[in-house]
Structure formats: C-alpha cells, structure tokens
C-alpha cells in the first residue's frame, strides 16, 4: 500500500531556529505538494514542484521559507528562522501528473510544528 | 478563495446515506469538481471527482446538477468512521496541475 511519508510527524522548537521537515512522495509520483494548516486560515497551498522543478511557490513567505527536491525521492520544507506564527501541521501530497493533469493528490500524515 | 459553497455542518444517522451538497455556480466548462475528506488528526483523503457525468467508485457517488451548477456526494451506507470535514473544490483540470484550494468544508458526524 504505497503512501507518502513525512517525519518529523511532531516538531516543538524556539523561536529563531532551523526547521527541516521532510517527505517521501508515493514512488512514481512526479508530483509534490506543500499545504500548511490552521485553525485560523484552513488548509493553505504553500508550493509545489513537478519532476523536482518548482512550478509556483507564491503562497510561501519567501523570506524565511524554502522547498526543494534534492531528488525525486525526497522533498525538504525548511524554515529558518522559525517565528511562533509558524505553528501548523505541514501536509505533503503527491499525485501523477498526465497531460498536464492531475486528479488524485495522496496526503501525507502531516508533521506538526510548535514554535514557542 | 474557494469558490464552492457548502454547509458548515451535517449529521447522518449509521448505516443511511449521507448526501453532501455543493454549490459551484461560477463554474467554468473546463472545471471539475472534486471531492476530499479530512478525519480527524489526518491527511486529507481523495473521494471522487467529475466533470458533467455522475459519477461512482467504491467510496462514494457524485451527482452533478445538468447545468453543472451544484453537485451531492453520496455516502450511500455511512459508517462511524466517515465522521470527517468533507471538502468539494472547482478546479481547472488542465492548468495549474491540480493546485487545489480547501475551503472550510461540511463536517459530518454519523451517529449511532
């Protein structure tokens, strides 16, 4: 039963440091997405990359976060420096994309981060 | 924003069918509707989607209104663990790669 993965599945940190939460996307994937959710704004896209290569990161603050994809096994969220209204679960989600269309997105459990 | 509108809340009793509207009454003729849910302390899961057709899998059925202005899920026997927020969002399915946009969603509890 494939899945996408995430870990850390919890994150308690300070204020001011380097947050790296990672994601496993379902094998075959080309794919992957980053959704941040609160209670107070609901569920967010923040980026998404297709073969590795970022296709629209503008719901992301760009001063402080950043994704990547050093492979197509791993994607890296990373927030440095951290600030308590960074406090959310952190979804990744992957799907295949055909003819520039994608239909299924496969959520991952979700890492929860708390900045005190 | 989202462009879908759905009730806040909704309660189905076990073993009955549950029916989830939506309204998307800007929809364009290339947007499919999709439908997601979210238990609790989880990822969201994928339902169903369509575009003008109604549709059905092992999950649910998706019946769309002729002028594609509004659509129902259909959970035809509802457990205890469909208790969710079930999401219905209007995409572009061949632009954006399927950038979805959650709105707040209909949370359903199945009852006893």
């Known amino acids: 039963d494939a899945r996408v993965t995430q870990t850390p599945r919890h994150k308690v940190t300070e204020m001011g440091q380097e947050v790296t939460m990672r994601c496993q996307p379902i094998?075959?994937?080309?794919?992957v997405f980053w959704y941040r959710q609160t209670m107070m704004q609901g569920l967010e896209l923040l980026a998404y990359?297709?073969?590795?290569?970022?296709?629209?990161d503008s719901g992301m603050p760009k001063d402080r976060f950043s994704a990547e994809m050093p492979d197509a096994t791993l994607a890296t969220l990373k927030i440095q420096p951290s600030e308590p209204r960074d406090s959310a679960v952190y979804f990744c989600?992957?799907?295949?994309?055909?003819?520039?269309?994608?239909?299924?997105?496969?959520f991952g459990p979700g890492t929860r981060l708390t900045v005190t | 924003d989202a462009k879908t509108t759905q009730p806040p809340s909704m309660d189905c009793a076990e073993g009955r069918a549950a029916n989830l509207p939506c309204n998307h009454s800007?929809?364009?003729?290339?947007?499919?509707v999709y439908w997601y849910r979210q238990i609790h302390s989880q990822g969201p899961q994928y339902i169903i989607h369509?575009?003008?057709n109604n549709e059905t899998n092992e999950m649910a059925s998706l019946i769309i209104t002729e002028d594609r202005k509004s659509s129902t899920l259909i959970l035809p026997h509802a457990t205890l663990r469909d208790t969710a927020v079930y999401y219905c969002?209007?995409?572009?399915?061949?632009?954006?790669?399927?950038?979805?946009?959650f709105g707040q969603g209909t949370i359903l509890t199945v009852h006893p």
């Open positions: 989600a992957s799907g295949l994309a055909r003819d520039r269309k994608i239909y299924e997105q496969y």
């Open positions: 094998l075959g994937h080309n794919t």
């Open positions: 990359f297709r073969n590795r290569a970022p296709l629209d």
């Open positions: 800007t929809i364009s003729g290339n947007e499919y």
């Open positions: 369509g575009l003008k």
């Open positions: 969002i209007d995409i572009a399915g061949g632009t954006s790669y399927g950038k979805l946009t």
